[in-house]
């Protein structure tokens, strides 16, 4: 057998286990939880548990059921929005925070990081535009304390503000791109509290309009899905954790336990890192996709996503250059080999690597599918995959060529080193 015979063999082998023993996560049929509905955190849906007793029992459904029902009352909210140089994407997404139809007591604190665009200014006007709206405070924190990223120095700004002037039970962490339809909050809030979560994070729909976007929007969701299986990270029987930092609700309770965001100071992929400190600490965490929760960014072109993928995929890597190797042959195995092995059989009269090439691109495809249909977007999309992995291996290497560079984890100006070198 040819070296590239068995590199398609080894293809599908590694299909197959993607396909049923990495946590199905090719679907994408995880929604919001309904009040309930995770049982006892050990099903396919979710991470959440059983009440363990009738005090908790009555605590876990907010009031908001049948008309005449005695449910306890909302828990108080408070929604932080660390922004920074955002006033091209604030009209559309802080307008709908501020419109947020929730029951109970909920404050809005954005925090801006040293903007030079008059993204506080803009915040102000929008929110008293909105004079039926969610009280809103506009504060600054100034430059970093040296080990810090920006984003979580102005997280801890805004969890501070909050500590200081609400009595939240509830932290909203969501970012200034992000849009939320008008029951946003009070559903996130519902299904944290009727299922015992700690952390409820839902994947926003990232924005798909130009050919550039079509190609690695759905697959960044599809690759993060892989590395984080969504069902594990529900599970109280597994390690795995992650949350997309566009909208995570997150108790308070289990945020001082976990020491958040001192904990996590230093963290580039931190919406990651805070799912991981929770989950660590004992906290219950859910994350999956929303149908009302959008980001509103657009990314017109190839450089803004490279730029999005680049900065923190070494990160992810943990600056190893071990790791980086591994991924690379990874990413060329799994999903480059499938087309060449396919493609170089027909070549040779259909022989050779040709079976193994095209069951592998065919299971690769049709994984590809679920995600596809998510973001509304042609099937015909479903065989370029292997495109898009591509894009991303090159995006990975940039990553690490940058960091070595002295220009890695760069974003809006700022560049943070490896987290053993921070002070």
């Known amino acids: 057998m040819s070296a590239l015979m068995w590199i398609a063999w080894a293809s599908s082998g590694a299909w197959a286990w993607l396909l049923l023993g990495q946590g199905f996560f090719w679907r994408t049929d995880l929604r919001l939880p309904a009040p309930g509905g995770l049982g006892d955190g050990l099903g396919g849906a979710g991470g959440g548990r059983a009440p363990e007793d009738p005090g908790e029992a009555a605590r876990g459904a907010p009031e908001g059921g049948p008309e005449g029902s005695a449910e306890p009352p ?12 955002e006033a091209e994407v604030l009209p559309s997404s802080l307008p709908s925070v501020l419109a947020q139809d929730y029951p109970g007591r909920a404050e809005v604190f954005l925090v801006d990081d040293g903007s030079t665009d008059g993204t506080g200014e803009l915040a102000r006007a929008l929110a008293a535009a909105e004079s039926h709206g969610l009280p809103l405070t506009v504060s600054s924190p100034g430059e970093p304390a040296p080990g810090w990223t920006g984003k979580l120095w102005a997280v801890r700004h805004g969890m501070a503000l909050a500590r200081a002037r609400t009595d939240a039970e509830y932290l909203l962490l969501t970012d200034a791109d992000i849009a939320h339809e008008p029951d946003s909050l009070r559903e996130l809030v519902r299904a944290a509290r009727s299922n015992g979560l700690d952390l409820v994070s839902q994947m926003a729909r990232l924005r798909v309009a130009t050919g550039w976007e079509r190609l690695i929007v759905p697959a960044f969701v599809y690759f993060f899905a892989q590395l984080y299986p969504f069902r594990w990270i529900g599970r109280t029987d597994r390690r795995t954790a992650a949350a997309a930092g566009g909208c995570v609700l997150l108790s308070r309770a289990a945020a001082e336990r976990a020491g958040i965001p001192g904990a996590i100071r230093q963290a580039v992929i931190d919406d990651v890192a805070l799912a991981r400190a929770v989950k660590s600490g004992g906290g219950r965490v859910w994350l999956g996709l929303a149908e009302r929760v959008d980001s509103v960014r657009p990314y017109p072109g190839l450089r803004p996503l490279w730029r999005m993928v680049s900065r923190s995929a ?14 690379v042959a990874g ?39 679920p995600m596809l249909r998510y973001y509304r977007q042609t099937l015909w999309l479903a065989p370029l995959l292997p495109l898009s992995a591509a894009l991303y291996l090159l995006m990975t290497v940039d990553s690490a060529v940058q960091h070595y560079r002295g220009r890695g984890a760069a974003w809006k100006g700022r560049t943070y080193p490896r987290p053993e070198a921070a002070p």
Not at 314 to 327: E, K
């Open 74 to 85: 909302w828990p108080s909210v408070a929604v932080v929005i660390p922004a920074r140089d």
């Open 314 to 327: 070494y990160a992810q890597l943990r600056h190893n250059p071990l790791l980086l190797v591994a991924t």
């Open 331 to 369: 990413l060329a195995v799994v999903y480059l080999a499938p087309p060449v092995a396919a493609c170089a059989g027909l070549l040779t009269g259909g022989g050779g690597p040709l079976l193994p090439g095209v069951v592998a691109w065919a299971v690769m495809a049709g994984t590809y599918v």
